[in-house]
């Protein structure tokens, strides 16, 4: 079989997982493939309605403002009105689980905006999954089987963040810099890790919590 055949298939495989087809002009694929897809990324498709998925001007060109990780992974995008149709449904979990983990729900909706900018499909070039964008080894120890699942994830990512505040005890700035470098660095370097990316990713968390602090 031809490396070309092999490559089609395995993008059909994947495609059969999402309610959407991947557009795929804008970067290689099997570079993605090779370097993003996992069977936990890729093993269920999200519990979301099909409905909110016929927008055909819909495109994966966009660019949102998000600074947990490189996003050049070709995934379903929502449009703005797709994602505001899923709110009631993503606050409703961000509140059942702020509650349950002891979190402050407007840290987690910060965590959220960074991470994926509520989009339920994010997946990074390093393979961070959805709206809390959860590493597929990291989903696994959490317990989390569909990581497209809005309400699994989101338990999963503040069950997550609840432990980085517990290790730091309730030290914002070195949970979230553990939440996403990882706690090991934070120890390594006993603050915020020297990573230009992870302290503008607490510096852009601490900036979007004070906005929904004050929206409220």
């Keep these: 079989m031809k490396v070309s055949d092999i490559l089609a298939q395995k993008i059909a495989e994947i495609e059969s997982r999402l309610p959407v087809r991947f557009r795929r002009a804008e970067s290689s694929f099997q570079s993605i493939l090779e370097s993003t897809q996992s069977p936990e990324a890729t093993k269920a498709a999200p519990l979301i309605d099909s409905s909110l998925l016929e927008n ?11 600074v947990s990780g490189s996003y050049e992974s070709v995934y379903p995008r929502l449009s703005q009105a797709e994602i505001q149709k899923l709110m009631p ?25 960074a991470e994926s900018s509520f989009q339920p499909f994010a997946l990074s070039t390093s393979g961070a999954m959805g709206l809390m964008q959860l590493m597929p080894f990291t989903a696994q120890g959490l317990g989390v089987t569909d990581p497209y699942n809005i309400e699994e ?12 505040l517990k290790e730091f005890d309730n030290d914002w700035k070195l949970a979230l810099a553990a939440y996403n470098a990882g706690p090991n660095a934070v120890k390594k370097y006993g603050g915020i890790p020297p990573y230009e990316q992870t302290q503008k990713y607490v510096e852009y968390v601490l900036r979007y919590y004070d906005m929904y602090k004050a929206l409220k």
């Design 153 to 164: 994830n989101i338990r999963g990512g503040v069950q997550y963040l609840s432990w980085q």
């Design 56 to 66: 055909t001007g819909r495109t994966t060109a966009t660019k949102y403002p998000l």
């Design 89 to 113: 449904r993503i606050d409703a979990a961000i509140e059942k689980f702020s509650e349950q983990f002891n979190v402050d729900p407007l840290l987690v909706r910060a965590v959220m905006k």
